[in-house]
Nanobody, 128 residues
């Protein structure tokens, strides 16, 4: 069974930091690209950051560049999103996903990922 489970979300004041984790099982994690997406109420889903199996040249959406860092630990089948300098506009449900090898840009901008390869999401709320 393919499973992806996010954790680490919560309520944080503006300027704060959070680290999201996504633990996975049921597929060859090291072979798959991984990504983080977010969706706020009334807004389109947005690809935040996507990474290849080798972790080379990850993609970041412009609004998070310099603030967020994606990483992966293939030995633990886990992907992380370290978020700094959080802003209210970062408030959203954050989802992790895995995809067969593609380009990191394609994964984040035009995702075509089966439903089983998405996590359930974790809420991030940035508010004072």
């Amino acid at each position: 069974q393919v499973q992806l489970v996010e954790s680490g979300g919560g309520l944080v004041p503006p300027g704060g930091s959070l680290r999201l984790s996504c633990t996975t099982s049921g597929f060859r994690f090291d072979y798959y690209y991984v990504g983080w997406f977010r969706q706020a109420p009334g807004k389109e889903r947005e690809g935040v950051s996507c990474m290849s199996g080798s972790a080379s040249d990850p993609y970041y959406t412009e609004s998070v560049k310099g603030r967020f860092t994606v990483s992966r630990d293939n030995a633990k089948s886990t992907v992380y999103l370290q978020m700094h300098s959080l802003k209210p506009e970062d408030t959203a449900v954050y989802f992790c996903a895995a995809d067969l090898p593609t380009s990191v840009q394609a994964m984040c901008l035009t995702p075509r990922i089966p439903s089983d390869y998405w996590g359930q999401g974790t809420q991030v709320t940035v508010s004072s």
